[in-house]
């Protein structure tokens, strides 16, 4: 039988160890995966690679399109990007699945309440905050650009409800903001809606995230599948990890169309790296999510039953238990997972289904949905540094308007403060200046835009611009607090 190649990166501090744990524990299924080793992490950093891995480690991986990883660190203080996130986002690995499952022998509240939790967590893994786009626009103030697209919501959303749909969910549910970023968590959400009518068998419900999160502590039995956009997900994940143990034993699968990275959530865990003593049940478990990803289902169910059964017999390592059970090493703990192995029948299929043009693509693919309509410059808000009082900026921005555009408002760290406002409204010394054009003039052009630039960065300082927008006559923008 041919082998399937995978990729595996090691990984820092515990990385070598759990990942030696769960190989054995694969190797002793007989599954038919052959591993190619490839350079990542902290000390190819050291090395002089700057992005923490080798050519030949980047080749081998868009090669063979999985990659088993370990947990890796990132130099502190260097400017360095992490490992991770340039991972996930380099190969488009557009939606991160975690599950949440009680494990039997794992105690936790409610496995004492005698209440089950099996939640599947879908978290966008591209965009919002995590493009790490950042500026300081004054000493004071510093911006964090948060982009949320329509074609990476319909994926991560498609993702969701395939998957929703092959493990036979019942309900889907959508966490977001959208009360209060009703353009970017609005987009997720109005995705989320267009994809759910193609699931009709999939009841579509959504929540406030806010509430989700007390809804998950209080009552975790009401969620089946989760979709949220990237930093919500990010910190409810952990949460979820909480319900069921902590982050030992919270797996993780990043997915792409050409690349799926298997890791678990937990990091390199210096304090205990070269000791044995590493739980290596996160990365075990993201190892069957790789198995039953690559077709190799028996295999995976072995290894969770083999697991589970462990666990039951009262084995741990050091990180839990009650301390009443036989606490083992890492090593000795795969042993006797490996003991427990009972393999009944094997069916072998690779799903991983790249394309030929996939494998050989040579030029970046675009992604864009249907254009909603004609696209009008409507306006700018001009981002200044300036520490004089609103009324004071405005005269200077009136003077110098042209007579096709007018100013709309004035905001300090989101909140109107101009025309109307409230002196009780503190300021820090970075404003956005609202310019739209008149009602009834024609569509603004880059250059009215421009020229005015240049002409008021004279007398006060720009740190940035941004277009306000018209799609198809609806005005793509928000309004200030108390606009
Ligand atoms: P961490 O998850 O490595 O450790 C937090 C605590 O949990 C520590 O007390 C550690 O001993 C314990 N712990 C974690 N995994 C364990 C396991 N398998 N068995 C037993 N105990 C375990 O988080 P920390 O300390 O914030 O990060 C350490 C390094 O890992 C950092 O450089 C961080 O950037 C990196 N990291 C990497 C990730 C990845 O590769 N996906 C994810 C998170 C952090």
């Known amino acids: 039988?041919?082998?399937?190649?995978i990729a595996v990166a090691k990984g820092d501090g515990i990385g070598p160890e759990i990942m030696d744990a769960t190989l054995s524990v694969i190797g002793a299924t007989g599954a038919p995966l052959e591993f190619e080793f490839v350079d990542m992490g902290k000390g190819w950093y050291e090395k002089g690679f700057s992005s923490g891995m080798t050519p030949e480690a980047k080749e081998t991986i868009e090669r063979l399109g999985i990659l088993l990883k370990g947990p890796m660190e990132t130099p502190k203080g260097k400017g360095m990007k992490s490992i991770n996130v340039t991972a996930r986002k380099m190969w488009s690995t557009y939606a991160n699945k975690r599950v949440f499952k009680s494990l039997n022998g794992v105690e936790t509240v409610f496995s004492k309440a005698g209440i089950p939790i099996d939640i599947t967590m879908v978290r966008e893994n591209i965009e919002d905050t995590y493009g790490g786009i950042e500026h300081m626009l004054?000493?004071?103030?510093?911006?964090?650009?948060r982009f949320i697209t329509r074609p990476g919501s319909m994926q991560v959303h498609k993702y969701t409800f395939e998957m929703a749909r092959k493990k036979g969910?019942?309900?889907v549910?959508?966490?977001?903001?959208?009360?209060?970023?009703?353009l970017t968590d609005g987009l997720f959400l109005e995705c989320f809606y267009e994809v759910a009518k193609d699931y009709p068998e999939i009841k579509a419900?959504?929540?406030?995230?806010?509430?989700?999160?007390?809804?998950?502590?209080?009552?975790?039995?009401?969620?089946?599948?989760?979709?949220?956009?990237?930093?919500?997900?990010d910190i409810l994940s952990d949460l979820c990890a909480g319900l069921v143990g902590g982050l030992g034993f919270a797996p993780s699968a990043n997915i792409g169309d050409n690349v799926c990275i298997f890791e678990a959530v937990h990091g390199s865990a210096p304090d205990i790296a070269g000791k044995n003593i590493a739980n290596p049940t996160a990365l075990l478990i993201s190892s069957c999510m790789m198995l039953r990803h690559l077709g190799l289902t028996d295999e995976a169910i072995a290894i969770e039953n083999s697991l589970y059964h462990t666990l039951q017999q009262g084995f741990h390592t050091v990180d839990f238990g009650t301390g009443a059970e036989q606490q083992l090493d890492t090593t000795e703990f795969s042993r006797q997972i490996i003991e427990n192995l009972?393999?009944?029948?094997?069916?072998?299929?690779?799903?991983?289904?790249l394309t030929q043009e996939q494998n050989e693509r040579k030029v970046y693919q675009m992604l864009q949905t249907p254009s909603k309509g004609e696209a009008i410059v409507n306006g700018a808000d001009f981002f200044i540094e300036s520490t004089e009082q609103p009324q004071v900026i405005a005269h200077k921005f009136k003077d110098k308007l042209p007579?096709?555009?007018?100013?709309?408002?004035?905001?300090?760290?989101?909140?109107?403060?101009?025309?109307?406002?409230?002196?009780?409204?503190?300021?820090?010394?970075q404003f956005r200046v609202r310019v739209e054009r008149e009602p009834g003039a024609p569509p603004l052009t880059a250059d009215d835009i421009l020229n005015f630039a240049k002409e008021i960065s004279r007398s006060i300082k720009i740190c940035s611009i941004e277009w306000l927008m018209m799609y198809?006559?609806?005005?793509?923008?928000?309004l200030a607090q108390g606009q």
Not at 472 to 478: A, E, I, L, T
């Open 1 to 5: 039988m041919q082998k399937i190649k």
């Open 138 to 145: 004054t000493e004071d103030v510093a911006l964090c650009r």
């Open 169 to 171: 969910a019942k309900k």
């Open 173 to 182: 549910t959508c966490g977001h903001k959208a009360n209060i970023m009703k």
């Open 205 to 233: 419900t959504d929540i406030i995230v806010d509430d989700l999160a007390m809804k998950l502590v209080a009552r975790p039995n009401d969620f089946e599948v989760l979709v949220l956009p990237n930093l919500q997900g």
């Open 342 to 353: 009972q393999i009944t029948k094997r069916t072998y299929v690779n799903t991983l289904n």
């Open 403 to 429: 007579e096709n555009m007018s100013l709309i408002m004035m905001s300090n760290r989101g909140t109107q403060v101009y025309p109307n406002g409230s002196l009780l409204t503190d300021c820090v010394n």
């Open 472 to 478: 198809g006559g609806v005005k793509s923008y928000s």
